[in-house]
T-cell receptor, first 119, second 109 residues
Framework: DTAVSQTPKYLVTQMGNDKSIKCEQN?????MYWYKQDSKKFLKIMFS???????INETVPNRFSPKSPDKAHLNLHINSLELGDSAVYFC??????????????????FGAGSRLTVL | GQQLNQSPQSMFIQEGEDVSMNCTSS?????WLWYKQDPGEGPVLLIA?????ELTSNGRLTAQFGITRKDSFLNISASIPSDVGIYFC?????????FGAGTTVTVRA
């Protein structure tokens, strides 16, 4: 059973379209994340949810809207896609995430990624 | 935001060699993590470090959490072909995990 699963794995679409990427984790974790990996392989956090509540919202265009229907799911919806949105998007989860204490509970488990190509 | 400087950016290594890579930051972190990413996959955790000065091994991998809490290194001993990939350091505070730019490792057989 895949711990963090994302769909679709590949997504090719035209500029201006709206698309969604779904993520589900079966680890019983409380916190979920979306990261964006650009063409230079740099990983940058976009959003984080803890128990369905938004806790991190980095400087991301408001065309990106995360939605967490329950703590096992965090979906990413993107409106009016632009060329610069082309990237690999990774979902991740962790057992906790809000503690300042160093702990294994904060370790992230990543999905396999969703490669978005905007033409 | 927090910036991690990871070096080297890339390396070619001979099978059987030992290699090192490191990360430094101007910020203090509670936890240092090392991940490996294979092509077409997500990053997978290799080693987690929770205490300043901690030295931890996982098979042929050894990593240390710097005393100042602003740096970490990863050593791979006796490289094998499956060590190919991108290695990322990551520093964690509260909810946020910040990543270095990665070290791309290519092994010459």
């Amino acid at each position: 059973d895949t711990a963090v699963s994302q769909t679709p794995k590949y997504l090719v679409t035209q500029m201006g379209n709206d698309k969604s990427i779904k993520c589900e984790q079966n680890l019983g974790h409380d916190t979920m994340y979306w990261y964006k990996q650009d063409s230079k392989k740099f990983l940058k956090i976009m959003f984080s949810y803890n128990n369905k509540e938004l806790i991190i919202n980095e400087t991301v265009p408001n065309r990106f809207s995360p939605k967490s229907p329950d703590k096992a799911h965090l979906n990413l919806h993107i409106n009016s896609l632009e060329l610069g949105d082309s990237a690999v998007y990774f979902c991740a989860s962790s057992q906790a995430g809000g503690s300042s204490m160093p702990s294994g509970a904060n370790v992230l488990t990543f999905g396999a990624g969703s490669r978005l190509t905007v033409l | 935001g927090q910036q991690l400087n990871q070096s080297p950016q890339s390396m070619f290594i001979q099978e059987g060699e030992d290699v090192s890579m490191n990360c430094t930051s101007s910020s203090i972190f509670n936890t240092w993590l090392w991940y490996k990413q294979d092509p077409g996959e997500g990053p997978v955790l290799l080693i987690a470090l929770y205490k300043a000065g901690e030295l931890t091994s996982n098979g042929r991998l050894t990593a240390q959490f710097g005393i100042t809490r602003k740096d970490s290194f990863l050593n791979i001993s006796a490289s094998i072909p499956s060590d190919v990939g991108i290695y990322f350091c990551a520093g964690q505070t509260y909810y946020k995990l910040s990543f270095g730019a990665g070290t791309t490792v290519t092994v010459r057989a």
